[in-house]
Structures are given as C-alpha cells and as structure tokens.
C-alpha cells in the first residue's frame, strides 16, 4: 500500500492555476523526487500535502488515512514531517532547543505537568534532550547546541532543521529543496545522509532542482510544469522521456539527454 | 557553581531582599510602606501572567486589568451581598451547611450572611476560567495586532459594566469587603496588626507563581510557546497545537490575574471600577514590556518597583504619562526588553573602568 | 406619531457621531495602507484638533482657528511619523501597534496637562444651542448639517485624491505593492508621512466640527479609536470608502442602543460590534469571509 497518495490535487491563486489534477503514490522506503522548471507548484504541492495550505479540489490520504485539510500539527503527529525552502528554525532559542521542539508530539507533558513537575514529568525531559542531542549528533551539530539559531550558517541551519525533523520521528520526511545553498562537498554529504535516513526506515519526498543530486540519489521521479504532472518514473526513464527533454530544453537535462537513444 | 545551587540562586536573592526590606522598613520606622509594597506585589503577580503570555506566547492582551477585576469583583460582590432574605430557603439552608454561605457582621455591626470568601475565590476562578475562554478562543485566532484591540474592547466592556451597574457599586465601587481567613493561621486583610503577616502572604503568592512558571518556562510546554512566538507556522509543522497553547497560555494568566484581583481586594478591603480600566492594563503591558517580557525577574523586579514608586505618588499627576513614556522608550530602543542591554552595558563601563591606562588608549592606526 | 419623531432624532444623532466614526476610521485606514500600522493614537487626532482650535479662538476668528487646528494637527502627525515611526524600520508590527498605545496615553496625559480636565468646546459655527431647522419634521441643529456637510465634502476629495491624483495614486501603490512601488520610483517614506499628516488632519477637522455638539474633553480620544476602529473593521480593513458605511452602522447602532439601555452603557455597544466583527466577520461586511488577512494560521 502506499504510505501517501495524492489524488487530484487542484489548487489556483486567483486566476493562476498552480496545481492541476497532479496524482501520484510514494511507497515506503522510496526516495521520491519532484521536479520541474520554477513555478511549476512544488512548493505549492508540499504547502498542501503537510497542511499549510488547502486544496481547491482532491485529497491526501497518508498510510491509508485522509489528512486533506488537517492542520499541520496533527499531520506531524501522524508522522510526516517536512523542512522549509529557507531554514525555518526557531531563530530565538538554542540549537538543542529547536531539536527538542521537535520531540514535542511525541511526549506529553502539558501545562500542569510541567509547572508542577508531576512525576515522570523530568524523566521525559531528560529523554527530551538526550533525543535531540542524539539527533544533533547524526547531523554533526552536536558542537553547537547551545548556540543561539540565530548565529548559525546557512548549512548549518540546513542540518538542524533536518535534525529537528527528524526528532519528530517521521514515517515520510518532506524536504523542500534541501540541496540548494549549498556546495558541492555539502551536497555530497546530504545525498549519503539522506540515504542513511532511508536505511533507517523513513520514507522521502524530496523537492530538488539539482539534477545532479536528483538523479543519483531518487529512486522514482515526478515531473511537473506549470502545476501539470508530465512524466513519472524511475529516473533514467524520465531523462529520456522527450516532454521532459523539450520542457527543460536547453537547460540541465543537456548531460543527461546526451545518453543514446534507446 | 554546581546547576542546581545555580537554579535556587535567585530565589535565595529575591528572598533575602523580600526580608531585608521588611526588616529595614521596620527599623526606619516605616513599616507602612508595606502596605504600597504588598498592593505591588499583588500587581506583580498580574504582570507575571501577561508576560507569559506576551514574552512567550508573543501575544499582546490589553484586557487584563478586566480579569483582575472580574476576580476582584466577583469575590467582593459575593463576599458583601446580603443573602439574608434567602433564609429560609432550602438551598440557602444547604449552601449554609455547606460553608458557603456564612453568617458575620458587617461594618455596621448587622448581621448579614454571605459568600465565604474561600467560596467566593473558587467561583471568581470558575467565572475567569470561562470568560477566558470565551474571549480567548475566537480572541487568539487573530493576529496580534487585532488580539490587541479585542483585548482591549473586552476590557472596556466590562470596564463600563461595572461602572455603569449599581450591584458592583457604579463609579464608587464596594467597600467593607471582610477579611479571607485563608487557614494556617493566616488572614488576608487590611487591618494594620496584620501588616507584616499579609506582606508575607503576598509574598508567599508571588513566591508560587515564580516557581510554577519557571518549571513551565523551562519545559515542553514552554519550549512549544517559545516556537510559537518564534514562527508560528513552523511551529505547527512541529506538531505543536499553537491554537492550543495560545489559548491556554491566555487562560492561564487570567487566572492569575484574577487570582491577584482576589487577594487584593480582600488586603484593601475594597476594589473599584478603574481596576478594570484601559489605562490599568496598558500599564501592565507597559511593565511587562520594561521587565523584558520573557525575563521572569526582570519583570518581578520592575513591576514591584515601578508600582510601588506610583502607589506612593512618585509621579504625582504624572502617573499615567510615565507608563506611557516607559512603553515608548523601551519599546523603540530595546525592544526585548532593557535589561539585557543594560547588563551588557554595565558590563562594558566595568570592562573599561578595570583596564590600565595604556589598554584604554584608542589605537593608533594599524601596524 | 411622538415615537417616529423620536426615532428620527435618534437616527440623526447616530448618524452625526457615525460621521465622526467614519473619520476616525477613514485615517485608521489611510495609516493601515500605507504603513501596516494600526494607530491607537488615532483618537487623539480628534481631540487636538478640537483643543488646539478651542485656543487658537483666543487669537483668531473661528474660521481661522479651525484651519489653524487642523494644520498644526496634520504637522504634528507628520512629524510623529518622522521622528519615530521612520527610525523604528526594523520593529514588527506589534511593536509599533504596542508604541502608539503608549502615544496615544501621552498624548491625553499631555493635553490633561495643556488644558487641564475641563470640557471645552468650539462654539457653533452658525446659530447657536437652541437653533434648529426643521427637516422632515425633525429639529436639528445646523451644527449637524455642518457636519454631515463637512465630513461628506471630506470624504469625496479624498476619494478623488486617492483616484485621480499623481500623489493618490501613488498612495494606493504604496498600499498594495511597497516593493513594486518603491521600484516605479514612488517615495514610500513621504507617502508614509503623508498618510500620517493626511489623517491627523482628517481627525483634527473631525474634531473641531463635532466640538459644538459633543463638547471636546482629553480623555475623548480613546473611546472614539475604538469606536473608530470597529467602523474600519466593519467596512473592512484597508477599505477607506467602505469605512464610511461603518462608521454610520457604528453611529447607528449606538444610537439604538442608546434609546434602549441605561445611559451607563452605550459606549458598550460600539464595543461589542467591535468584538462581533473581530470574531466572526473580521474581513469586514465587504471583504472575503475567510479572515485571512486578519486570522492567524
């Protein structure tokens, strides 16, 4: 069974249409890709499939289960989890910190527990934060998490908020443009780490617009331009695909579509 | 220092001067500063709540002066309102056996029966937990600065409710409100023998709420607010309920203000209508903002301070003028609050005043 | 045929306050637009306007005491802009909504000071307390038609300012697109500061007009900014001509509530609308029902 499914999602701004009748399945354990030239609604897609925006038409359904027009907190604790095109952490509070917010729909302690310090209460926040430093440690962030967000570099902000999403403890992992600020050893590192979280059993949608990282690391692609879905498929067939080739025409499809004809 | 001593440090501080200066106001002879100092520090409690709201929750509410005096209120109309005339009934009999009702004396010397005034705190609570609620929830869907002005039209509502209606005494309020014999030997009252008592009380109250919201702060709960704040949106991506928590956060600090409005009124034995008034909650913005809005000391000390100067009529017709001044001054120049820079500022003088004279010279180009 | 006659008294008087409503809503809105800004001060506005005409009557013949009023009061509001609002760029929103809180109480302090706690008061600008003239079997005094008048002949110049002037136009750009219009050349700092004067000098008009008939005392500005925002909300924020409309319902429903509860609580009426609005329809009569530029997420 697939663990999400996209069926028929339409969304227009006023007048523009950014997504038009795009259906498409991940299955657990896949690395997914969306791609397509700039406006072609992968943004908007994610906004959509995470909760922070609403569809005109169609559904969502993840393990089986609708989530369309659920908010975003309540898709998070059914285990999707996402990061931002611009680092979203949490800019006024330490790096520890932004991890441990990540652990919140997993714990429970709520407003008269934590006040009152009820039992069990500090056990949990211990565990809090020996999750999170654990986390921090896979991304290699372990050193700064008692730095303010705030002071971070790009990249660096980058792996929190991976880190932090991944404190979340996700069945599907949406990354929105993880590869793009980032150099080329860096992008190595991300491909290596990403199939690392794969090998530990959470599934990824990804939104990328480096072909490079895109065609080594996806196992299933999907093509989207102008908000219609054009090809979908494992990605040596989706260089080859010609509206593919003719919508990238000229751009970074040249290397790929050099390969010979079939 | 080992964390945990760390942790209890301030505590031992505040307490130490909480002593000190009642120690050294009875040594000068001016014991009855405490007074001013105790209605301060009921005060504080207020801003403590709002700034869990505002510096955590980075709501703005300019309605909590109505919850105090919703809190204030509800207890002095339960606790002064004649229910004689009900004698006979059965259920005045049950509320009777139930310590609800009780028979005293008023000013006059009649005798009257009314709401105990630990019966009458339950019910100003219950009332504040559900107004809170009603206000909050549609309140807290809007953005800040619409929660403003929701805020404030609450708190002009019920500002011109109790002004304008004769069971909360109109522009004069009510008066003779009976002391709260809280237990353990302790009595929340104006009278002057009980001074030094009620001090402590105010203390002992201010003492709870610190600690309470310190472990919050310090927590899950207070992570999630922090991030909401922060950005709400990534928040909510995090698996947080920010509708939730805003709301709870919210009740939460009514609560305590109406909590603050019902011990107070019982010390003053009295409240009135401009409790409730606009001005009352710009001010404590106005404090919460001075204090630096997450500073949970910051804003004990400024709030206690500054309320106690005004209460003792430092800035005589200026009052209202200087809260406005303060919320201006401190908003556009240190907008999370003065303290911090301050520190640093300090800091610096300190770093320079310790240096010799040759370090001090400016440099002379480089080399 | 007593009640009919009443009721239309009532109306009238609701209408004349909702003029003023209007106003102060006209300039919530100017200011909205153009700086994102909701001024609490906005009230305050009115009140100088009225104060500053009411002294400058010592020296000048009333005409050239009102203009007086509302030119100082529009420099006082473009210097406000100036001064504080133009160096504070980097401060969110709700810091500068929490600033012109505490504006708007030193300016009442300020003028409690100026001109003490007295009520005071322009005197009418034709006739006097007891002329009337009779409309449709109704007394109204000509301070009413003045101003209805005044406030209509404000708030179509401003529509045709807004509409058909380079600086209007400029204004509206400013409003919907700062970035656009920054780049089409438009200085958005002068169109802030003049959003700031063009409403100061709204409210001060507001302000002397309407001192005959409701006196002008310092504590007037707050109740009015509330009462002014609740118009701008009903009619829909960012809206100005719609804010007409809402500040007449506002005027309107007062004057109904007026008739029917204790004198105690007509203030709460206004207030209330205010809260209806902000909770249910916070896009306004006129605008999409979702609430989405007023809701959070």
Redesign the interface.
């Known amino acids: 069974m697939a663990l999400l499914e996209v069926a028929n999602v339409r969304r227009s701004f006023g007048g523009l249409v950014a997504l038009d009748r795009v259906s498409f399945r991940v299955h657990p354990g896949q690395i997914k890709a969306v791609i397509g030239p700039n406006g072609a609604g992968k943004t908007t897609l994610f906004n959509i499939i995470s909760g922070l925006l609403k569809s005109d038409t169609g559904e969502v359904f993840f393990k089986g289960r609708s989530i369309t027009g659920l908010k975003p907190y309540q898709i998070a604790r059914a285990g999707l989890s996402r990061t931002f095109q611009n680092p979203s952490l949490f800019l006024h509070m330490r790096v520890l910190e932004n991890v441990m917010v990540g652990r919140h729909s997993r714990t429970r302690s709520e407003f008269l527990g934590c006040s009152l310090r009820w039992p069990g209460q500090p056990e949990e926040e211990r565990s809090i934060r020996s999750a999170a430093l654990a986390h921090l440690e896979n991304v290699g962030l372990a050193h700064l998490a008692e730095v303010p967000a705030g002071s971070l570099a790009f990249g660096q902000r980058r792996m929190a908020e991976l880190a932090r999403a991944l404190a979340t403890g996700p069945e599907l992992l949406l990354l929105d443009e993880p590869a793009s600020g980032l150099n080329t050893k860096e992008k190595r590192d991300l491909g290596q780490r990403i199939r690392r979280i794969r090998d530990q059993g959470i599934t990824i949608l990804l939104v990328e617009h480096d072909m490079t990282v895109v065609m080594d690391l996806s196992d299933d692609i999907l093509v989207l331009n102008n908000g219609v879905p054009i090809a979908e498929g494992p990605p040596a067939a989706v260089q080859n695909d010609p509206n593919v080739i003719r919508v990238y025409l000229g751009g970074e499809f040249k290397h790929v579509a050099a390969s010979p004809e079939p | 220092m080992k964390p945990a001593l760390k942790q209890f440090l301030p505590f031992v501080l505040v307490a130490a001067v909480a002593v000190g200066a009642q120690v050294a106001l009875r040594l000068l002879e001016m014991e009855y500063c405490l007074t001013q100092l105790t209605m301060a520090l009921y005060y504080a409690i207020v801003v403590l709540g709002l700034s869990l709201v505002m510096g955590y929750a980075g709501q703005v509410s300019l309605g909590h002066g109505a919850f105090f005096a919703i809190g204030g209120y509800t207890s002095a109309v339960l606790t002064t309102h004649d229910f004689s005339p009900f004698n006979a009934t059965a259920w005045a009999q049950g509320l009777k056996q139930a310590h609800v009702f009780v028979s005293r004396e008023d000013l006059y010397g009649h005798a009257v029966v009314s709401v105990s005034p630990w019966a009458a705190f339950v019910l100003a609570m219950l009332l504040t937990f559900l107004i809170a609620h009603l206000i909050g929830y549609p309140a807290l869907r809007l953005k800040g600065q619409y929660l403003a002005m929701a805020t404030l039209g609450f708190g002009l509502i019920v500002y011109r409710m109790v002004l304008g209606s004769t069971v909360t005494g109109a522009a004069d309020g009510i008066n003779g409100v009976p002391e709260w014999r809280l237990g353990f030997g302790l009595t929340v009252s104006g009278k002057s023998a009980l001074r030094v008592e009620n001090y402590y009380v105010a203390c002992g109250l201010v003492l709870f709420w610190l600690v309470l919201l310190g472990n919050l702060v310090h927590s899950r709960v207070g992570r999630a607010l922090q991030a909401i704040h922060d950005r709400e949106t990534a928040a909510n991506a995090m698996g947080i309920n920010t509708a939730s928590y805003k709301l709870k956060a919210f009740v939460l600090s009514a609560l305590m203000a109406a909590m603050a409005g019902v011990f107070f009124t019982h010390y003053t034995a009295g409240i009135g209508p401009s409790e409730a008034g606009a001005l009352k909650s710009i001010r404590y913005v106005a404090l919460a903002a001075a204090g630096g809005m997450a500073n949970l000391w910051g804003v004990l000390v400024v709030s206690t301070g500054l309320n106690y100067l005004s209460l003792r009529g430092l800035f005589g017709s200026y009052d209202h003028a200087v809260f406005g001044v303060i919320l201006i001054a401190i908003i556009s120049l240190a907008p999370e609050g003065p303290l911090k820079p301050l520190g640093l500022w300090i800091r610096k003088l300190a770093g320079r005043a310790f240096k010799s004279p040759a370090e001090r010279r400016p440099e002379h180009g480089t080399a | 045929m007593d009640t009919g006659n009443l009721a239309l008294q009532y109306l009238l008087s609701g209408i004349t306050k909702g003029s003023i409503y209007a106003v102060v809503a006209i300039g919530f809105n100017l200011i909205y637009s153009a700086t994102g800004i ?1 001024n609490f001060a906005q009230g305050e506005f009115v009140m100088l306007g009225g104060m500053v005409a009411v002294t400058l009557l010592h020296f000048a013949p009333l005409s050239v005491a009102v203009t007086g009023a509302v030119v100082i009061v529009a420099l006082g509001g473009c210097l406000l802009e100036i001064l ?1 609002f133009r ?2 760029r980097n ?5 500068l ?3 012109t ?6 300016i ?3 003028a ?2 100026v001109w003490d706690e007295k009520v005071r008061s322009l005197p009418y600008f034709t006739g006097n307390e007891v002329s009337s003239l009779q409309i449709f079997g109704a007394a109204i005094s000509p301070q009413v038609v003045w101003v209805l008048g005044t406030v209509a002949v404000a708030v179509v110049l401003l529509h045709v300012f807004l509409q058909y002037t380079l600086q209007g136009r400029a204004m509206r750009a400013c409003s919907s697109n700062p970035e656009a219009a920054m780049l089409a050349g438009i200085n958005i700092r002068n169109m802030r500061t003049l959003s700031f004067g063009l409403s100061a000098a709204l409210g001060a008009l507001a302000g002397c007009v309407i001192s005959p008939i409701t006196m002008t005392h310092y504590e007037m500005g ?2 009015l900014a ?1 009462k002014g ?2 118009a701008a909300i009903l009619g829909g924020l960012g809206n100005p001509m719609a804010a007409v409309v809402g500040g007449l319902l506002v005027g309107v429903i007062e004057a109904v509530s007026v008739s029917q509860l ?4 007509n ?2 009426a206004a ?2 609308v ?2 209806l609005m ?3 329809r ?1 896009n306004g009569l006129f605008g999409r029902p979702g609430g989405e530029m ?4």
Do not use: N
């Open positions: 909701l504080l160096r504070l401060h969110s929103v709700l810091h909504i929490i600033i809180i505490g504006l708007s109480i030193v009442q302090e300020t409690l000071h707050a109740p509330i925002f609740a204790p004198a105690a609580y203030d709460v207030f209330a205010l809260l902000l909770f249910v916070p007023v809701r959070e997420l």
